[in-house]
């Protein structure tokens, strides 16, 4: 059924799907997220943001503006983290904060299209939706926890 | 090698030495365990083979100081590239080479105990924490075929929703960020499972007492 490969060609063929994904999934996103955190940062929105989510997301040791990247990883993971490093660009989040923040982008993230992608075609019955969405932003929230715990701990 | 005859679920995957080896070398290259290791041994880490791009000017690389906006995301997104296909090379000579059959037979009699789910759902739990889809679709496959129940199927959802195809996206997507954290880049992405694990848990005790409730 599958021709017989070598380990030049496994290693090629899997080269060649990063290649699709960073030049047709993540290169877009990263340009999508580069331009709203642009666009937020010279309108003063980041800042407006930042006070505002200063109080919630301090109790976890990240900045207010880093919101921004838990509420795009509700969309999409890429988009997230294209609008971490758009943070980390402009000097509005340490390397500690980093670490922080990067586990919960995944624990929650791309909740929107898994409703689809995962809860509609594994079939599961509708009415628990609910209960996974809340448990996945749940784990999130844990994985803020979890991370500030360790970075105090080890680092 | 092969124990066939004891094997009470034949469809699933046999475990070879190469296959061994290829999961273990994977587990040491992407734990970044070596990272900090000066000599031969650092050949054998993800981020040392990754590298790093030379400086055009003072302790800085292509991408320039102080670039802004989209054409520094630009730059970002490209400067990823190199990173993203080694991942996704090294990943595939693991899969090719049997080091995920290894995995998921090492995976199947502890399904019971970590996720109350029969061993049979092995494969579509590796498939999963690569894909978001394939996991989803062999989901659906082993419960039309009733080889996991309605619930069983609810909870295994639970697993895949949080965190989704984590190893391939953590290693791509995350690898944009990679160079900013101060711990291992295996510490986030064991993070991320345990979580994994911890909320299908929680999400069958919760269906568990809701059909109690119904019970009654």
């Known amino acids: 059924m599958e021709k017989r490969m070598n380990i030049f060609d496994m290693f090629l063929e899997g080269a060649r799907k990063g290649w699709d994904i960073a030049i047709h999934s993540l290169l877009p996103n990263v340009i999508m997220a580069f331009t709203i955190i642009k666009f937020f940062q010279v309108t003063g929105i980041l800042k407006f943001i930042g006070i505002i989510f200063a109080p919630v997301m301090g109790i976890f040791g990240l900045p207010g503006e880093a919101i921004t990247v838990n509420l795009t990883a509700v969309m999409s993971q890429a988009g997230a983290i294209g609008v971490l490093a758009g943070l980390i660009s402009n000097g509005s989040i340490d390397v500690r904060q980093v670490t922080i923040i990067l586990p919960s982008v995944f624990a929650a993230g791309g909740i929107l299209q898994n409703i689809g992608r995962v809860l509609g075609t594994s079939g599961v019955n509708t009415r628990y939706y609910g209960v996974l969405v809340g448990v996945t932003l749940l784990n999130g929230i844990l994985a803020l926890i979890i991370m500030s715990i360790l970075t105090k701990i080890f680092y | 090698m092969e124990k066939k005859i004891l094997d009470p679920e034949p469809k699933v995957s046999k475990m070879t030495i190469i296959g061994w080896l290829s999961l273990i070398l994977a587990i040491i290259l ?187």
């Open chain 2, 30 to 216: 992407f734990s970044g365990t070596l990272s900090t290791t000066q000599d031969w041994r650092s050949g054998f880490d993800f981020v040392t083979l990754t590298g790093h791009f030379g400086a055009l000017k003072e302790g800085k690389d292509f991408m320039g100081v102080g670039g802004t906006g989209v054409r520094a995301g630009f730059l970002l997104a490209l400067s990823l590239a190199p990173c993203v296909m080694l991942a996704m090379g090294l990943i595939s000579i693991v899969e090719h080479t049997g080091g995920f059959n290894v995995a998921q037979r090492l995976l199947t009699p502890i399904l019971r105990p970590l996720l109350g789910l029969p061993g049979i759902a092995s494969l579509a739990l590796i498939a999963s924490l690569q894909s978001t889809d394939a996991g989803a679709g062999m989901t659906k496959t082993l419960c039309d075929e009733g080889l996991i129940t309605n619930k069983e199927r609810t909870v295994f959802a639970q697993f895949q929703m949080s965190g989704c195809g984590v190893i391939n996206n953590y290693l791509t997507i995350g690898s944009m960020v990679f160079s900013s954290l101060i711990c291992p880049i295996a510490v986030p992405l064991l993070v991320i499972i345990v979580l994994k694990i911890f909320g299908a848990n929680l999400t069958r005790m919760i269906i568990n007492r809701s059909s109690e409730k119904g019970a009654k």
